[in-house]
């Protein structure tokens, strides 16, 4: 019996998500592990003054709060990583706090490859799906970086015109190895290379280029019904 066309697009799409949260499994558990850890060190100072012969009360009282800050934050953030594990509602998020989402769940393991990262969107705050800003450019940030060997800068930049917005990153001379004895790339399942891009894009809506010093994400806001 033929393979129904729409089901093999969505069946590689399901892959490639697949693939690209195989890949960010990592970066999120180093970020889970990293707001768990300010909890562990203030749990033992915490246990250290109650064994004290004369426990400061006061003290103990400003202790206990700040670990209940702390775990509340760590719950929050915690709570934030996991649902890139999950498909949800494809809301509308500002593409500024995305892009730095998705960059800041990187940061760690691209400055111990040597690359920088220059993030010049802070500034634009228009509404994107959240699905094309978690998937398609977080997918297109570890295609480009994994075909770099050495040190490089990462710009990113985005810039809209009508309906119109176009995401880019661009590679440019700079970064720093000084951190690379620090690890390189994680090999987890399988590498992410430009097919599973362009599927990903292609599921959501985003016309996609790239060579190897760069690569444009241009997405169409459809028209407000009427």
Same mark, same amino acid.
């Given at each position: =019996?033929?393979?129904?066309?729409?089901?093999?697009?969505?069946?590689?799409?399901?892959?490639?998500?697949?693939?690209?949260?195989?890949?960010?499994?990592?970066?999120?558990?180093?970020?889970?592990?990293?707001?768990?850890?300010?909890?562990? =060190?203030?749990?033992?100072?915490?246990?250290?003054? =109650?064994?004290?012969?004369?426990?400061?009360?006061?003290? *103990?009282?400003?202790?206990?709060?700040?670990?209940?800050?702390?775990?509340?934050?760590?719950?929050?953030?915690?709570?934030?990583?996991?649902?890139?594990?999950?498909?949800?509602?494809?809301?509308?998020?500002?593409?500024?706090?995305?892009?730095?989402?998705?960059?800041?769940?990187?940061?760690?393991?691209?400055?111990?490859?040597?690359?920088?990262?220059?993030?010049?969107?802070?500034?634009?705050?228009?509404? *994107?799906?959240?699905? =094309?800003?978690?998937?398609?450019?977080?997918?297109?940030?570890?295609?480009?970086?994994?075909?770099?060997?050495?040190?490089?800068?990462?710009?990113?930049?985005?810039?809209?015109?009508?309906?119109?917005?176009?995401?880019?990153?661009?590679?440019?001379?700079?970064?720093?190895?000084?951190?690379?004895?620090?690890?390189?790339?994680?090999?987890?399942?399988?590498?992410?290379?430009?097919?599973?891009?362009?599927?990903?894009?292609?599921?959501?809506?985003?016309?996609?280029?790239?060579?190897?010093?760069?690569?444009?994400?241009?997405?169409?806001?459809?028209?407000?019904?009427?």
């Amino acid at each position: =019996m033929p393979c129904d066309p729409s089901l093999l697009k969505e069946r590689l799409a399901e892959a490639a998500r697949y693939a690209l949260m195989r890949r960010l499994l990592p970066a999120i558990r180093h970020n889970i592990a990293g707001t768990l850890q300010p909890i562990g =060190m203030m749990s033992a100072m915490l246990e250290r003054r =109650m064994k004290a012969a004369a426990p400061d009360l006061a003290q *103990l009282g400003k202790s206990t709060q700040a670990l209940h800050a702390l775990s509340r934050e760590a719950a929050a953030v915690s709570l934030g990583l996991m649902t890139w594990l999950g498909p949800k509602d494809n809301d509308l998020v500002a593409l500024n706090g995305a892009v730095e989402e998705s960059l800041g769940l990187m940061t760690t393991e691209l400055s111990f490859r040597g690359f920088s990262i220059a993030n010049e969107t802070a500034q634009l705050a228009l509404p *994107l799906p959240r699905g =094309m800003l978690r998937s398609v450019f977080t997918a297109s940030l570890i295609a480009l970086t994994d075909a770099v060997e050495g040190a490089a800068k990462i710009r990113v930049t985005a810039d809209t015109k009508d309906s119109e917005t176009c995401l880019a990153i661009s590679l440019e001379p700079g970064g720093s190895m000084e951190l690379g004895y620090l690890g390189g790339r994680t090999q987890t399942y399988r590498s992410l290379d430009w097919e599973d891009v362009r599927v990903l894009a292609e599921a959501e809506g985003v016309a996609l280029s790239h060579d190897a010093g760069g690569v444009q994400l241009r997405y169409c806001a459809p028209a407000p019904s009427a």
